[in-house]
């Protein structure tokens, strides 16, 4: 009944590593989207998705690349891992873009040693 | 670029009274969104409230209102009869129009409260 799941919540790796984190809504939203939490806990987007098309990308690296292959479910590929890259990652969803609530997932917490 | 500023990082209330946690934002839209977000220790991202910018009525949900004062571009949350279980990271966050939906964040406020 989880409506926003994120897999996987830890994922602890090595510096030059690719990995991916999974996000899926059961919620029927047509809008998902990607935050990163850093170690102040200071909370910024990083990409928004429509309808399975890409409406944000907010000046993030190209070596972060996600994927929504439906409107369900928007993938979040990392190549060439860097320490500065350690943080939570939230996956939310929503229906559209105004007034109404984002649900989050639980965070992925993303340690790069 | 709209901005979110929360200028108490930790703030500390006793059991059943209640707190006032502070947000200001700047923006030239005269049409947006302010939320108010909860994160316990679990990590887990909560929605409290949420206020229309065109709407004047201060939005209330139980124990949590707000006070909106849109010409001062000020949004603040107060939580009344504060329990134990409102012990969180509480973050502001603002949304308008064409702009993918996002939520522009303020720096969290920690509370922590007092039995």
């Known amino acids: 009944d989880t409506a926003v799941s994120q897999t996987p919540k830890y994922l602890v790796t090595q510096m030059g590593n690719d990995k991916s984190i999974k996000c899926e809504q059961n919620l029927g939203h047509d809008t998902m989207y990607w935050y990163k939490q850093d170690s102040k806990k200071f909370l910024k987007i990083m990409f928004s998705y429509n309808n399975k098309e890409l409406i944000i990308n907010e000046t993030v690296p190209n070596r972060f690349s996600p994927k929504s292959p439906d409107k369900a479910h928007l993938n979040l590929h990392i190549n060439s891992l860097e320490l500065g890259d350690s943080a939570v990652y939230f996956c939310?969803?929503?229906?559209?873009?105004?007034?109404?609530?984002?649900?989050f997932g639980p965070g992925t917490r993303l340690t790069v040693l | 670029a709209q901005t979110v500023t929360q200028s108490q990082p930790e703030m500390s209330v006793q059991e059943a009274e209640t707190v006032t946690l502070s947000c200001t934002y700047d923006t030239s839209e005269s049409d947006y969104y302010l939320f108010w977000y909860k994160q316990p220790p679990s990590r887990q991202m909560i929605l409290v409230i949420r206020?229309?910018?065109?709407?004047?009525q201060n939005a209330t949900e139980n124990r949590f209102s707000v006070n909106f004062q849109k010409a001062a571009k000020s949004f603040s949350l107060k939580i009344s009869d504060s329990q134990l279980g409102d012990a969180a990271m509480y973050f502001c966050?603002?949304?308008?129009?064409?702009?993918?939906?996002?939520?522009?964040f303020g720096q969290g406020t920690e509370l922590s409260v007092k039995p």
């Open positions: 206020q229309e910018a065109y709407k004047q």
């Open positions: 939310a969803s929503s229906q559209g873009e105004d007034y109404n609530e984002q649900f």
């Open positions: 966050a603002y949304r308008t129009y064409n702009q993918g939906g996002k939520l522009i």
